[in-house]
């Protein structure tokens, strides 16, 4: 191993003993490590940076923004190391931050979603699918989160679901509404009846007793939504949308009950296990119908615009 390798290992674990999971970051450092090795330069150069950002040539520019920053980082915490190190430019690649307009789920939308776990086969996959997809729209918890979950981690006499494995792992506690945690109370009991001896403790299981794959939940929330109609040649909904509704039902609940929403807003934040309130305020913009009960609170308070 040379020495940039082992700068990388050390790199890469003082900054996932901080929280960062660095998945695919840890992926593109290898590789860029690797061709710094196989380009012949003797120190860390921008001008190899740069070049090795700009990989595949086919990609956008975005993704080679991404890339160059994943780069500058690691060479910021390089060059403390040896001076010689060049740290590339910010804003070599023209980047625009896009988010997905999420699809927001209608209640009766969401009941069809449910409906159409249960035409699935094994019966131990469709109630592991019912149960998931309903917490996830009950809770607005992220997926991953909830496929993580061990059976101690959901105590169905408190009505407390503990997030262990969460983003930036800030682990948080998920109270649920009585139906919710009677919904999963009835779904461990067929559970363990169809799973007697399961694989592992996580408590959603797959059709084999292991932990749910995020790949399979996709595939099979994409087959469920295209299916009862929602899916559509021009409309993509995705499960983090279910967490997107949840977060805009409640804040119209707020609305419309005359509640203040900067004085909750850090309780909802909290709930959803975003770093600081400004991800949540996000969601004020993402549903019309929250924009009109903004203006007409604005209106009623401040008066018509002239």
Same mark, same amino acid.
């Given at each position: 191993?040379?020495?940039?390798?082992?700068?990388?290992?050390?790199?890469?674990?003082?900054?996932?003993?901080?929280?960062?999971?660095?998945?695919?970051?840890?992926?593109?450092?290898?590789?860029?490590?690797?061709?710094?090795?196989?380009? +012949? %330069? @003797? !120190?860390?150069?921008? /001008?190899?940076?740069?070049?090795?950002?700009?990989?595949? $040539? &086919?990609?956008?520019?975005?993704?080679?923004?991404?890339?160059?920053?994943?780069?500058?980082?690691?060479?910021?915490?390089?060059?403390?190391?040896?001076?010689?190190?060049?740290?590339?430019?910010?804003?070599?690649?023209?980047?625009?931050?896009?988010?997905?307009?999420?699809?927001?789920?209608?209640?009766?939308?969401?009941?069809?979603?449910?409906?159409?776990?249960?035409?699935?086969?094994?019966?131990?996959?469709?109630?592991?699918?019912?149960?998931?997809?309903?917490?996830?729209?009950?809770?607005?918890?992220?997926? +991953? %989160? @909830? !496929?993580?979950?061990? /059976?101690?981690?959901?105590?169905?006499?408190?009505?407390? $679901? &503990?997030?262990?494995?969460?983003?930036?792992?800030?682990?948080?506690?998920?109270?649920?509404?009585?139906?919710?945690?009677?919904?999963?109370?009835?779904?461990?009991?067929?559970?363990?009846?169809?799973?007697?001896?399961?694989?592992?403790?996580?408590?959603?299981?797959?059709?084999?007793?292991?932990?749910?794959?995020?790949?399979?939940?996709?595939?099979?929330?994409?087959?469920?939504?295209?299916?009862?109609?929602?899916?559509?040649?021009?409309?993509?909904?995705?499960?983090?949308?279910?967490?997107?509704?949840?977060?805009?039902?409640?804040?119209?609940?707020?609305?419309?009950?005359?509640?203040?929403?900067?004085?909750?807003?850090?309780?909802?934040?909290?709930?959803?296990?975003?770093?600081?309130?400004?991800?949540?305020?996000?969601?004020?913009?993402?549903?019309?119908?929250?924009?009109?009960?903004?203006?007409?609170?604005?209106?009623?308070?401040?008066?018509?615009?002239?």
């Amino acid at each position: 191993m040379n020495a940039l390798s082992r700068h990388l290992e050390d790199y890469l674990r003082l900054r996932r003993a901080l929280g960062f999971k660095l998945e695919q970051e840890g992926r593109w450092l290898a590789q860029f490590v690797s061709y710094v090795e196989s380009s +012949g %330069e @003797a !120190i860390f150069t921008g /001008r190899v940076a740069i070049k090795w950002a700009q990989q595949p $040539v &086919t990609a956008q520019s975005n993704q080679w923004a991404k890339r160059l920053g994943i780069v500058r980082k690691f060479a910021a915490y390089l060059h403390t190391i040896e001076p010689a190190t060049e740290v590339p430019p910010a804003n070599v690649f023209a980047a625009r931050r896009h988010r997905p307009t999420p699809y927001l789920w209608s209640e009766s939308d969401i009941a069809r979603l449910i409906e159409g776990t249960r035409a699935l086969h094994p019966p131990l996959r469709a109630a592991t699918y019912e149960a998931l997809f309903g917490l996830l729209a009950a809770s607005g918890m992220r997926v +991953g %989160e @909830a !496929i993580a979950l061990q /059976r101690d981690d959901v105590d169905l006499s408190r009505g407390v $679901v &503990t997030v262990r494995v969460a983003k930036f792992d800030r682990w948080r506690l998920v109270p649920l509404h009585v139906s919710a945690i009677e919904a999963l109370r009835r779904y461990a009991a067929v559970r363990d009846r169809l799973c007697p001896m399961p694989r592992s403790m996580v408590f959603f299981p797959s059709n084999v007793g292991t932990k749910l794959s995020r790949s399979k939940v996709g595939e099979a929330f994409r087959r469920i939504s295209i299916a009862i109609g929602v899916r559509t040649a021009t409309v993509h909904p995705r499960i983090h949308d279910l967490r997107h509704s949840f977060a805009v039902r409640t804040l119209l609940l707020w609305q419309r009950s005359g509640v203040s929403v900067d004085a909750h807003i850090g309780t909802l934040s909290t709930y959803l296990g975003h770093v600081s309130p400004a991800g949540t305020y996000w969601y004020l913009s993402a549903s019309p119908e929250l924009m009109q009960l903004a203006g007409e609170r604005l209106e009623a308070r401040f008066g018509a615009a002239k």
